[in-house]
């Protein structure tokens, strides 16, 4: 069964880039037909989807956050990593990672999620 786990600063001032690192055990973030994605919930609000890097390597982004917007992955480490540039306090959430195992297929397995705050 895969697991993801994030993991990241929970601190990041304005204008910076925020960074987080989702480390996959279980499976292979190469294995063909998965997608992992990020997304976040910011306080009060629903679940906000960011993207996916594909199995691949190819990645798709929400257009809403597309500018700001880099996923990549370490395949040595099965890890894949988000990269959210000039961030403001309307990023500051709880981010996830999760799986699926097919294309805009429902997340089977998510991290328990890590609080980032923008502020300085």
């Known amino acids: 069964q895969v697991q993801l786990q994030e993991s990241g600063p929970g601190l990041v001032k304005p204008s910076q880039t925020l960074s987080l690192t989702c480390t996959v055990s279980?499976?292979?973030?190469?294995?063909?037909?998965?997608?992992w994605s990020w997304i976040r919930q910011p306080p009060g609000k629903g679940l906000e989807w960011i993207g996916y890097?594909?199995?691949?390597?190819?990645?798709y982004y929400s257009p809403s956050l597309k500018s700001r917007t880099s996923i990549s992955r370490d395949t040595s480490k099965n890890q894949f990593t988000l990269q959210l540039s000039s961030v403001t306090p309307e990023d500051t959430a709880v981010y996830y990672c999760?799986?699926?195992?097919?294309?805009?297929?429902?997340?089977?397995?998510w991290g328990q999620g890590t609080q980032v705050s923008v502020s300085y």
């Open positions: 999760a799986a699926s195992g097919r294309l805009w297929g429902a997340l089977d397995a």
């Open positions: 890097i594909a199995y691949s390597g190819s990645t």
């Open positions: 279980g499976g292979s973030i190469t294995t063909n037909y998965y997608y």
